[in-house]
T-cell receptor, first 119, second 116 residues
Framework: AQSVTQLDSQVPVFEEAPVELRCNYS??????LFWYVQYPNQGLQLLLK??????LVKGINGFEAEFNKSQTSFHLRKPSVHISDTAEYFC?????????????????FGDGTTLTVKP | DTGVSQNPRHKITKRGQNVTFRCDPI?????LYWYRQTLGQGPEFLTY????????KSRLLSDRFSAERPKGSFSTLEIQRTEQGDSAMYLC??????????????FGPGTRLTVT
């Protein structure tokens, strides 16, 4: 089984400041990691993903995340935020579908971090 | 538009009534997922299909819930004898089968259910 913990439920920042949204996960098997963004009354949109290779991944809207296997973390960062980045952000894991006996289709999400960017 | 669509977007029903939601996935995706999301929580997995086969159901999916994907294209989620605790956003997502395309799930806008 997998679990995802987003360490901050709310993160208020001022416009043009840097931000980090923290995500830790727990899993007995190797996983793929994702960050999604959800704007009010909308579905989730993929920001970025880590499958393998370089531990620093870049996504849309200037976001990036770093996979740290030893700390089982996948923190999301942006060097300078905009008002339009105000939204809910979700970290998610999927078991590596290349492994046998895994819940290959089941995503586990964290409870979300509300990012509020103030002028 | 080739995104995931869901209908209706909003549904208000009285306790005890049955409701049915529809999801149309991205056409080339053969996996389809249903999630439930309540306020302040992340999406919770309910069930998923590969083509027309329902491969897994969460324990959250009580006997009042049933999902179908009869022709491997669109899917329906039915809730019978709705309860106030069923009030939530129901999200649908689709993806490729592992090894055939990108793994990430593409989400629809959701159906918000309110049970009064």
């Amino acid at each position: 089984a997998q679990s995802v913990t987003q360490l901050d439920s709310q993160v208020p920042v001022f416009e043009e400041a840097p931000v980090e949204l923290r995500c830790n996960y727990s899993s007995s098997v190797s996983v793929y990691l994702f960050w999604y963004v959800q704007y009010p009354n909308q579905g989730l949109q993929l920001l970025l993903k880590y499958l393998s290779g370089s531990t620093l991944v870049k996504g849309i809207n200037g976001f990036e995340a770093e996979f740290n296997k030893s700390q089982t973390s996948f923190h999301l960062r942006k060097p300078s935020v905009h008002i339009s980045d105000t939204a809910e952000y979700f970290c998610a894991v999927i078991p590596d579908p290349g492994l046998a006996s895994t819940n290959a289709g089941k995503s586990t999400f964290g409870d979300g971090t509300t990012l509020t960017v103030k002028p | 538009d080739t995104g995931v669509s869901q209908n209706p977007r909003h549904k208000i029903t009285k306790r005890g009534q049955n409701v049915t939601f529809r999801c149309d996935p991205i056409s080339e995706h053969n996996r389809l997922y249903w999630y439930r999301q309540t306020l302040g929580q992340g999406p919770e997995f309910l069930t998923y299909f590969q083509n027309e086969a329902q491969l897994e159901k969460s324990r959250l999916l009580s006997d009042r819930f049933s999902a179908e994907r009869p022709k491997g294209s669109f899917s329906t989620l039915e809730i019978q004898r709705t309860e106030q605790g069923d009030s939530a956003m129901y999200l649908c997502a689709s993806s490729s089968k592992p090894g055939t395309g990108p793994l990430e799930q593409y989400f629809g806008p959701g159906t918000r259910l309110t049970v009064t």
